[in-house]
Every structure is written in structure tokens, then in C-alpha cells.
T-cell receptor, first 113, second 115 residues
Framework: AQKITQTQPGMFVQEKEAVTLDCTYD???????LFWYKQPSSGEMIFLIY??????QNATEGRYSLNFQKARKSANLVISASQLGDSAMYFC??????????FGAGTRLFVKA | DTGVSQDPRHKITKRGQNVTFRCDPI?????LYWYRQTLGQGPEFLTY????????KSRLLSDRFSAERPKGSFSTLEIQRTEQGDSAMYLC?????????????FGPGTRLTVL
């Protein structure tokens, strides 16, 4: 069973607008972590934001925020004020147990000028 | 800046040859991970080290694959008798434990092409 689902293969957003990238996950663990990574065309994975399963508040890191809805098992990434440099692949990931991290298939974001 | 480094960045080899990749993690990080990423997919977990101990191997890692981290610092990933299906980007990541977040910092990857 797929544990991380990203249903949007591609998304378009106008520069300076906000965009939400969807992620749902499946786990029976009570303790887990959720991550978003960005992968530009250069190929390197860049950590963006983290949400722990016990964190009561949604995580924020600059223009990135994570909309965590535990009961729905969703962890959507919100990027505010999109910039051209935000065009990239975005991966949602989940850490179960202490170390193993499972990635979704990704969403390609295109920012239009 | 001493981030995660990987060598080589690109490798082209013929089917049946052996290849070895190296990963140097962030110096104070005690955990090291290897992933494989094929086009259009997210990274797939291959194996994980805590210090020099290899604690888990994915079922994706056939007996042609072996990884080592002899002194708990750099790591090598060897693929023997390469097959065309091994063509992929091989990513290394490191993290620091104990850490509440366990975020992994990735290297630039080694792109393997098997002809």
C-alpha cells in the first residue's frame, strides 16, 4: 500500500500568488514525522519544512507552511508569494520509527511570470 | 560549507561492470542513508547506517549491492555486475541523532548510466 500520496503530478501558479501542494499519508504509528523537500532541476534535494506528529501547531519556515490535519492524515505544503525560483519538484516524505523515510512521487510546480 | 558530498557525480558503465560510489556526510552526522531515484519518482530507501553499523537494508537492495561505512565517516555503495535497470540517480543523505526532527541533508547524487 502506498504510504505517501501526492495526487498532483503538476501544478501551475502565477508569480506572487500562493499555492498548495497536497500530500496524504498512511501510517499506524503514533509517532512519525512529515517532511517536504524541494528538488530543482540541478537534482539536489533541499529540506524545506518538518512537522512532528505530536506538534499541535502547523510548522512554518519563511514562505513555507505545512497544513497538518492529523485526523485526515494530510500534510499539505503552502508556498506563499511564489517566486520563479520555486519552480521545481516537491516531495512529501514521512519518517516512521527512527530513521526510514518514505517519499511520495512528487509534484512538479511551475511558476509563471 | 561542508555539506554532503558524493563522488563521482556521473558514471557511465557497460553492463556487467562493477561500480563504486562514495559519500562523505556532514562531519558531525552519525546517520547515513542511501537512496535510489529513477526518473519521475521520489527517492527509494536502500540502506541506512548509524555510525559504522548497517542497521537496515531495503529489499530493493539485491545481493549485487553492498554498502559499507568502515569508520563511521564516509560510505561506499558498490554495485556488482551492473544491469541496465540499475541506471538511476543514487542519493546519499546524512542526519544527526538523537534529534527530534531527523531531517536528512542530501548530497548532489551520482547519476549512473548502464549501457
Amino acid at each position: 500500500a502506498q504510504k505517501i500520496t501526492q495526487t498532483q503530478p503538476g501544478m501551475f501558479v502565477q508569480e506572487k500568488e500562493a499555492v498548495t501542494l497536497d500530500c496524504t499519508y498512511d501510517t499506524s504509528d503514533q509517532s512519525y514525522g512529515l517532511f517536504w523537500y524541494k528538488q530543482p532541476s540541478s537534482g539536489e534535494m533541499i529540506f524545506l519544512i518538518y512537522q512532528g506528529s505530536y506538534d499541535e501547531q502547523n510548522a512554518t519556515e519563511g514562505r513555507y507552511s505545512l497544513n497538518f490535519q492529523k485526523a485526515r492524515k494530510s500534510a499539505n505544503l503552502v508556498i506563499s508569494a511564489s517566486q520563479l525560483g520555486d519552480s521545481a519538484m516537491y516531495f512529501c516524505a514521512m519518517r516512521e520509527g527512527g530513521f526510514k523515510t518514505i517519499f511520495g512521487a512528487g509534484t512538479r510546480l511551475f511558476v509563471k511570470a | 560549507d561542508t555539506g554532503v558530498s558524493q563522488d563521482p557525480r556521473h558514471k557511465i558503465t557497460k553492463r556487467g561492470q562493477n561500480v563504486t560510489f562514495r559519500c562523505d556526510p556532514i562531519s558531525e552526522h552519525n546517520r547515513l542513508y542511501w537512496y535510489r531515484q529513477t526518473l519521475g519518482q521520489g527517492p527509494e530507501f536502500l540502506t541506512y547506517f548509524q555510525n559504522e553499523a548497517q542497521l537496515e537494508k531495503s529489499r530493493l537492495l539485491s545481493d549485487r549491492f553492498s554498502a559499507e561505512r568502515p569508520k563511521g565517516s564516509f560510505s561506499t555503495l558498490e554495485i556488482q555486475r551492473t544491469e541496465q535497470g540499475d541506471s538511476a540517480m543514487y542519493l546519499c543523505a546524512s542526519s544527526l541523532a538523537p534529534s527530534g526532527r531527523y531531517e536528512q541533508f542530501f548530497g548532489p547524487g551520482t547519476r549512473l548510466t548502464v549501457l
